[in-house]
């Protein structure tokens, strides 16, 4: 089969294809944006975002503020455990020492133990 290039044939052919570049052009350019409800629906998104990340800004804040406290609170629990564990020595010292102790020293252990 064999084709033959005739003026008619290019003609038409560029016809053609001027006819689908129109088409496909004005499909493209003509299509109708509303850019003002999009401007508007962007604005109200990035007011929202803004709300949300000073709020974000708060929150931070806070959380912050209550890592500090627990810290805090940790320190003093550590400190608290040291001082049972000192006590706890001491007191199991004078326990094991009580068998031989005079009544004096008794009292004196009962009375120290509850001041």
Known sequence: MKIEVTKTNLILAA????????IAFT?????PINDLKY???????NQAISKYQQ?????DKKILS???????????IDSTKQVIIEQRKYYGEKIKNAGRYTPNELDSFF???YN
């Open 111 to 113: 009375s120290e133990r």
């Open 55 to 59: 709020h974000q800004i708060v929150l």
């Open 27 to 31: 499909s493209r350019s003509h299509t």
């Open 15 to 22: 016809v053609i294809l001027l006819l689908l570049g129109y």
């Open 66 to 76: 209550y890592e500090l406290d627990i810290k805090k609170l940790d320190r003093e």
């Open 39 to 45: 401007k508007t629906e962007i604005d109200s998104l």
